[in-house]
T-cell receptor
Framework: NAGVMQNPRHLVRRRGQEARLRCSPM?????VYWYRQLPEEGLKFMVY????????ESGMPKERFSAEFPKEGPSILRIQQVVRGDSAAYFC???????????FGQGTRLTVV | TQLLEQSPQFLSIQEGENLTVYCNSS?????LQWYRQEPGEGPVLLVT?????EVKKLKRLTFQFGDARKDSSLHITAAQPGDTGLYLC??????????FGTGTSLTVIP
């Protein structure tokens, strides 16, 4: 049973470009969370999704950021018109049910130049 | 408002020393998880505690869940350089969210 898979591991974008981060949850997991982590800091919640639904996006900036978890395929975190301040590690986690552990991917490190 | 507060935020100790990391909340959690994150990697689940007062051991690591299920501690005996990392507590609330603590960055000096 493969773990949570994120790709790419590293992503470099110029200011103004779009960044697409992908997350394939563990098999059988229908709950997906996205977190952002700045260097030397903890994990900051961004968005919680279930299949085809956004459950909680209270941690996601109102502009330029969007997330989806379609019926088929990975969850996508999309950042439009990236700025230098978007440079961070973005982690995805998945859970099977509401009260079970979350398992993390290895993250995508976004660098905006 | 941070739902889970961890202390200390940073900890640097010599190899062989013991240490305790705390995770506190004013809210009750149905369970709490502890994760360790190494540089450049994602957090890895260490343990889940579910029952108030529960104690779990993982080699030199001892995890305890408070009786009221509002706090937890992680005790490391005879720390080794391989224990270096960011330790995070986390847990689900009664709704949809999964909260993370503020994290404790541990450095074990050889």
């Amino acid at each position: 049973n493969a773990g949570v898979m994120q790709n790419p591991r590293h992503l470099v974008r110029r200011r103004g470009q779009e960044a697409r981060l992908r997350c394939s949850p563990m098999k059988g997991h229908s709950h997906v969370y996205w977190y952002r982590q700045l260097p030397e800091e903890g994990l900051k919640f961004m968005v919680y999704l279930q299949k085809e639904n956004i459950i909680d996006e209270s941690g996601m900036p109102k502009e330029r950021f969007s997330a989806e978890f379609p019926k088929e395929g990975p969850s996508i975190l999309r950042i439009q018109q990236v700025v230098r301040g978007d440079s961070a590690a973005y982690f995805c986690a998945s859970r099977q049910y509401m009260n079970t552990e979350a398992f993390f991917g290895q993250g995508t490190r976004l660098t905006v130049v | 408002t941070q739902l889970l507060e961890q202390s200390p935020q940073f900890l640097s100790i010599q190899e062989g020393e013991n240490l305790t990391v705390y995770c506190n909340s004013s809210s009750v959690f149905s369970s709490l998880q502890w994760y360790r994150q190494e540089p450049g990697e994602g957090p890895v689940l260490l343990v889940t505690v579910v029952t108030g007062g529960e104690v779990k051991k993982l080699k030199r690591l001892t995890f305890q869940f408070g009786d009221a299920r509002k706090d937890s501690s992680l005790h490391i005996t005879a720390a080794q350089p391989g224990d270096t990392g960011l330790y995070l507590c986390a847990g689900p609330n009664t709704g949809n969210q999964f909260y993370f603590g503020t994290g404790t960055s541990l450095t074990v000096i050889p």
